[in-house]
């Protein structure tokens, strides 16, 4: 795995689609955590960012890859960390490959 430094604070939309997020969340799953598919997909916004911040390279296998096509991975799986899937500390750019399926 690459060592990414990104910029210390996250992009503005990010933020606002964490809080619009937790809101909608705390509306729909009172009970309990959200399943994985709840979650949605709103943190793929910063695919562009995270790509550009990883010298456009798979945080993985370190291929450079394109920027459509690729996936906003999350270091810490949304499935067991629900509350860090907007995290910009917790997303990472990965190819296919190594995301869906050299990881498992």
């Not at 910029?7 to 689609?17: G, V």
């Not at 906003?72 to 995290?87: D, G, K, Q, T």
Request: glycine share 2%; aromatic share 10%.
């Amino acid at each position: 795995m690459i060592r990414v430094r990104r910029a210390t604070s996250e992009p503005t939309q990010l933020s606002t689609i964490r809080a619009e997020e937790m809101d909608r969340i705390h509306h729909e799953s009172p009970a309990g955590p959200p399943s994985r598919k709840e979650l949605g997909t709103r943190f793929t916004a910063v695919a562009s960012e995270l790509w550009a911040q990883q010298n456009a390279k798979c945080c993985y296998c370190e291929i450079k890859c394109r920027l459509q096509g690729n996936d906003v991975e999350h270091y810490r799986p949304a499935s067991s960390y629900w509350w860090l899937a907007w995290s910009w500390e917790n997303l990472l750019f990965a190819c296919p490959n190594c995301n869906r399926w050299a990881k498992n």
